[in-house]
């Protein structure tokens, strides 16, 4: 993350939710905060319809492969969120929520939530100021955590927070993963299997492991681009991609922990489950990944 500025890649996660809500569709993802939460610069495209259609539909949906995945992370996190509100979860923690709109949706839940945000103090500050300028409330309890997960432990900051860690919790980790190192995504883990309750669910997203293999060829040339931009971009913004798994490795670095992996689905098969045809500005590749992981109770010595 570069100093001193809320985080890019958070700015263009909203920027293309906020496009789509223009789409008349709209089956894969609501966010009607997104507009107010990007950033000025990306608000004036998104808004202007022949910036919105030249730069955002033309060249990011379609052309971007991660386009899609920023969408259906959100609707999938959103799907398990449900499930665990049915089984009784009202505490929801959000690892790097960038300028997500999470808070600010459910009103019309029968209970209200305690919804903490955790992520880079920088992209916080930015994403308060915003919702401040237009007025945005969290119909719910919402805390927001600052905290650099390359540097603080995640026990440490929760622990002075009001979090109940006795009381199981449902935890949105979307957008992230590949932006630290493994030791990082490890101990995360360790640490929210250390702290919290058995029957805790967690979703987030990562990317393929073979990404980051430099022997690996992708043969088809407009999806090998779209990687490279991806690569760059991330890179030039002070937000390098650092890492990625196979349903295999992840599995492997799980069982260093108590969490259980319940689904692992890429963005081809995600598309198909969403969406019964793949439509012409989304681009669904098989290199991004959905995963639902539970944790499971501790053993007790006997
Ligand atoms: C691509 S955005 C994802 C935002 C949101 N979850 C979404 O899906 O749109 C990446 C988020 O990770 C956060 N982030 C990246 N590295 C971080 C770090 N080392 N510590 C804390 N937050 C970090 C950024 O601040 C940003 O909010």
């Known amino acids: 993350m570069k100093a001193d500025r809320a985080s890019h890649t958070a700015d263009f996660a909203a920027a293309i939710r906020a496009t789509y809500q223009y789409r008349p569709e709209k089956v894969l993802h609501e966010d009607p905060f997104a507009i107010d939460l990007t950033s000025p610069l990306f608000r004036f495209?998104?808004?202007?319809?022949?910036?919105r259609r030249l730069i955002m539909e033309k060249y990011f949906l379609?052309?971007?492969?991660?386009?899609?995945?920023?969408?259906?992370?959100?609707?999938?996190?959103?799907e398990y969120f449900h499930n665990a509100y049915r089984q009784g979860i009202r505490q929801v923690l959000v690892l790097g929520a960038g300028l997500d709109a999470f808070a600010l949706k459910f009103a019309a839940l029968p209970?209200?939530?305690?919804?903490y945000e955790l992520d880079h103090p920088?992209?916080?500050?930015?994403?308060q100021q915003r919702l401040a300028a237009r007025q945005?409330?969290?119909?719910?309890?919402?805390?927001?955590?600052?905290?650099?997960?390359?540097?603080?432990?995640?026990?440490?900051?929760?622990?002075?927070?009001?979090?109940e860690l006795s009381r199981p919790v449902y935890v949105s980790w979307m957008g992230m993963t590949y932006y630290l190192r493994k030791s990082d995504i490890l101990e995360t883990l360790k640490a929210l299997d250390r702290i919290l309750a058995p029957g805790s669910h967690m979703t987030f997203d990562y990317m393929d492991e073979r990404l980051f293999d430099d022997t690996f060829l992708v043969t088809d040339p407009v999806l090998k681009k779209s990687i490279k931009v991806f690569f760059e971009f991330t890179e030039k913004h002070g937000e390098p991609l650092l890492t990625g798994f196979s349903k295999s490795s992840l599995k492997e670095l799980l069982e260093e922990t108590n969490w259980t992996l319940t689904d692992s689905i890429n963005g081809r098969e995600n598309t198909a489950k969403?969406?019964?045809t793949t439509p012409d500005?989304?681009?669904?590749?098989?290199?991004?990944?959905?995963?639902?992981?539970?944790?499971?109770?501790?053993?007790?010595?006997?």
Request: proline share 7%.
């Open 45 to 51: 495209i998104v808004k202007t319809p022949f910036l």
């Open 62 to 78: 379609r052309r971007l492969g991660a386009s899609l995945t920023i969408l259906s992370r959100a609707r999938y996190a959103e």
């Open 111 to 115: 209970e209200t939530l305690a919804i």
């Open 122 to 127: 920088n992209t916080q500050a930015t994403k």
């Open 136 to 163: 945005l409330r969290s119909p719910h309890q919402h805390h927001f955590i600052p905290i650099d997960f390359s540097r603080d432990s995640i026990a440490d900051v929760l622990s002075g927070s009001t979090i």
């Open 274 to 276: 969403y969406l019964h």
């Open 281 to 302: 500005f989304l681009w669904p590749t098989e290199f991004d990944h959905l995963a639902h992981i539970e944790l499971q109770p501790h053993e007790t010595p006997s």
